[in-house]
């Protein structure tokens, strides 16, 4: 059995969220980053973490698309032109949504001595705005790849879920309706629930 480490309001819902999809039985250890309990898995205390017997694999995209080859779901075949552009669609998610989310947190969290930069987090909000707008006109079907549920769409469903959150973006028109879609999902509610 699986053993996911990381609390649910954090990356490691993208994993539990894929699990769930999936289909497959695992554990959950629900530890904050930095814990002494996640410092039990990874010694920097870095989440998620999710161990697949002895052996610690990190970060939720890697780990997403591990578990999808592995079980043959969420995905499409290696080597294929559409596991090209589905690829390419979870490097443009990264690039353009989470790493603009990751860089806006860090700005709560840095010591005041440091420098905090309030414009930085203001443009880094036009930033994610936009490509939330280049999402928008690209959905074409009721996925991002079209008709079936993929990676793209847990990470793209956390991300704009992040943003809601954080109350850094808020989505509407087609882009409020796709993340309702997923959010009804019984996979995401299954997992946001733990």
Not at 137 to 156: K, Q, R, S, W, Y
Request: proline share 5%.
């Amino acid at each position: 059995m699986y053993k996911v480490v990381g609390r649910t309001k954090s990356r490691a819902i993208r994993v539990t969220w894929t699990l769930e999809e999936i289909g497959v039985a695992y554990e959950q250890v629900h530890a904050a980053p930095g814990s002494r309990e996640a410092k039990l898995y990874h010694p920097l205390g870095i989440i998620p973490v999710m161990m697949e017997g002895e052996t610690m694999l990190t970060d939720s995209v890697a780990i997403m698309t591990f578990l999808a080859d592995r079980h043959g779901k969420l995905t499409h075949p290696s080597g294929t032109i559409a596991r090209a552009k589905q690829d390419a669609m979870m490097l443009w998610l990264l690039e353009e949504m989470d790493t603009v989310l990751r860089m806006a947190k860090k700005q709560s969290f840095i010591p005041e001595q440091v420098r905090r930069e309030p414009a930085y987090r203001e443009a880094l909000k036009g930033r994610f705005a936009w490509a939330a707008d280049v999402l928008s006109d690209n959905l074409d079907g009721d996925f991002l790849m079209g008709d079936e549920f993929t990676l793209p769409d847990i990470l793209a469903g956390h991300c704009l879920s992040w943003a809601i959150g954080e109350k850094f973006y808020r989505p509407e028109g087609n882009l409020l309706s796709y993340l309702k879609s997923l959010r009804d999902r019984p996979a995401f509610r299954a997992a946001n629930a733990r």
